[in-house]
């Protein structure tokens, strides 16, 4: 659906000048697909509404829909421009999760013993949570606990549940690796989403695409798992300039993982080399692994040891490279372990350790 309605909004120039009519870092097309996607569910007996799923809608996409999105938009264009203008782009992407995971798998074998954990683009902190949700990859389920913490909510199986495929053959049973201890949980975001605010929470559920109710509904379940629980913290800061006094607040002296998931194209070329740094500087005083679910082309000229991002996989942005960077004064080892959709629908373990993934292309 958005593929249709973002061929439509490039060539009408009503709907581009929506967004050129908000600051420069907001002219963002996730960002105008959000905010009508808010305004739907207080609209839901709008015409467009007919086209959501994530809305109760069954209306295939069709040769009218851009008109009738069009028409929305100029029906409720003040209300439109003002979340345009002040609303940031926020995803909290559950299924990441299995990337956090997985590099936490590797984490693990290389460092054995606890981890602090801090993700820096937290939106919500619901990834910090990761080793309270269930996992289906494949066909294989744990059953993971639901922790005890501040809130009323009792022990048990978990509310939430994270389903992901596989690609490629890999056994699903070692895909998740073992999880660590963790010591501490940070989260870290420019504008962090407050869950005990209903509005922000409806903000964050505009995220999600119109036809994954799925998404919608674990989205959904992990936000009101948080609150019965007690959410992981994240605190305000800029990844270019926070992290490594932010980072520098964690306490004890065990590895820190750091996770970042698309984060890398919310910065340009420079900002991108400043956050390294900012790792780096971490690195120097405590050992830490970078995990990552980025753009192998974004990550490419990283400058990590990793051949395969140096050949036509570097220059790709469609796919979510997953990896993880060990860094420690005396240490550096980096590791490509698989290749992802950017939603982690679909996962695709590496088959060795220089593995380009010229094989996933042709399956």
Avoid at 21 to 31: G, K, M, N, V, Y
Avoid at 59 to 80: I, K, N, S, T, W
Avoid at 137 to 152: D, F, K, V
Wanted: charged content about 20%.
């Amino acid at each position: 659906m958005y593929e249709k309605l973002s061929e439509g909004v490039a060539g009408d120039d009503g709907l581009l000048d929506l967004l050129m009519r908000t600051p420069s870092d907001q002219r963002r097309p996730s960002l105008l697909f959000a905010a009508v996607n808010h305004l739907l569910a207080a609209h839901p007996r709008a015409a467009l509404a007919d086209y959501y799923p994530v809305h109760g809608g069954r209306r295939p996409v069709d040769d009218q829909l851009v008109q009738v999105f069009g028409a929305f938009c100029a029906e409720h264009a003040g209300e439109l421009g003002r979340l345009l203008r002040t609303g940031s782009t926020q995803t909290n992407e559950i299924r990441r999760c299995v990337a956090l995971r997985l590099g936490l798998g590797h984490v693990s074998r290389r460092w054995p013993g606890p981890v602090a954990l801090a993700e820096v683009g937290a939106s919500a902190g619901l990834n910090l949570l990761f080793d309270r949700y269930r996992y289906r990859l494949g066909g294989w389920e744990n059953g993971g606990q639901r922790a005890a913490g501040r809130g009323t909510a009792p022990a048990g199986p978990s509310p939430v549940l994270i389903s992901c495929q596989l690609r490629g053959g890999a056994g699903a049973d070692q895909v998740p690796g073992a999880t660590p201890e963790i010591t501490a949980r940070l989260g870290i975001d420019q504008r962090p989403v407050l869950l005990g605010d209903p509005a922000e929470r409806a903000w964050l559920a505009a995220f999600i695409w119109p036809e994954d109710v799925a998404g919608l509904a674990t989205l959904r379940a992990a936000m009101d798992f948080a609150l019965a629980s007690g959410p992981a913290p994240v605190v305000p800061g800029d990844a270019v300039t926070d992290t490594a006094r932010l980072l520098a607040g964690l306490p004890g002296d065990e590895p820190v993982a750091v996770f970042t998931a698309t984060l890398l194209s919310y910065l340009g070329a420079d900002e991108r080399t400043a956050f390294l740094a900012q790792l780096d500087e971490v690195a120097r005083r405590r050992p830490l692994a970078w995990i990552f679910a980025e753009a192998p082309g974004l990550v490419a000229p990283a400058g990590l040891g990793l051949p395969a991002l140096q050949g036509p996989l570097g220059r790709r942005n469609s796919f979510s490279a997953v990896g993880v960077s060990l860094r420690a004064p005396v240490q550096r080892d980096d590791a490509l372990l698989a290749l992802a959709d950017p939603y982690l629908r679909g996962l695709a373990p590496a088959r060795h350790q220089s593995d380009d993934f010229e094989w996933l292309q042709a399956t």
